[in-house]
Structures are given as C-alpha cells and as structure tokens.
C-alpha cells in the first residue's frame, strides 16, 4: 500500500531553519505531484507547497514565498521542504501528499503522511 512518511520536524527559534522529509513507498514516486500543507489547532488545512512530478512547475503559498524551498528527488522517492527564516506562525504539524494529476493548491490530494510537527519559538 501508499505510505508517505514525514520527517524532519522539531522546535527551532525564530529566525532558524528546518529541512522536512517525505519518503514515498508503494507508488511510482516519478509519476506524482508532491505537497506540502500544514494545520495548527484549531485552523483549517492551509496549502504551503507543490511541486510536479518532473519538478518543472512549482507553487508556494504567499505566506512562505521566499523562505520556503520545495524540491524532490525521484531516485530516493522523497520530497523536501526546506524552511528557512522560520517564525511563530509557522507552527503546525506539516503533512506531505501526492496526487498523480498536477492539481496544485487543492487539498484534495490522493495520498497523505501522518504529518510531523513543527514548532518555532519567540
């Protein structure tokens, strides 16, 4: 079966950097549009990130644009979202997700991760 598994959460201070993972098994990696989003208590999902199954396309939400990279590697199956200049708000569990259409900033991707959570300190 499908397992997205995420990695590369913790606390970190303001202003500090992060690298999450998302290693993909059970499916033709190369062949899936990745993502990125995030949920803090008590807000809705929210969109971070996506990129295409070849990397050529790529999205960012406004509120991570500039600090956030995201990238993959389809020989290691993994996907990576590199945080930098990270602040308060940035706080939630992130999830991955992979979609074999491009469908960009929809949350209606067809696989998930558990999600891994990240804390930034004031």
């Known amino acids: 079966q499908v397992q997205l598994v995420e990695s590369g959460g913790g606390l970190v201070q303001a202003g500090g950097s992060l690298r999450l993972s998302c290693t993909a098994s059970g499916l033709t990696f190369r062949l899936y549009a990745m993502a990125w989003f995030r949920q803090a208590p008590g807000k809705e999902r929210e969109f971070v990130a996506a990129?295409?199954?070849?990397?050529?396309?790529?999205y960012y939400a406004d509120s991570v644009k500039g600090r956030f990279t995201i990238s993959r590697d389809n020989a290691k199956n993994t996907a990576y979202l590199q945080m930098n200049s990270l602040k308060p708000e940035d706080t939630s569990v992130y999830y991955c997700?992979?979609?074999?259409?491009?469908?960009?900033?929809?949350?209606?991707?067809?696989?998930w991760g558990q999600g891994t959570q990240v804390t930034v300190s004031s």
């Open positions: 990129i295409s199954s070849t990397g050529s396309s790529i």
């Open positions: 997700a992979a979609d074999p259409l491009w469908i960009g900033v929809q949350d209606t991707y067809d696989y």
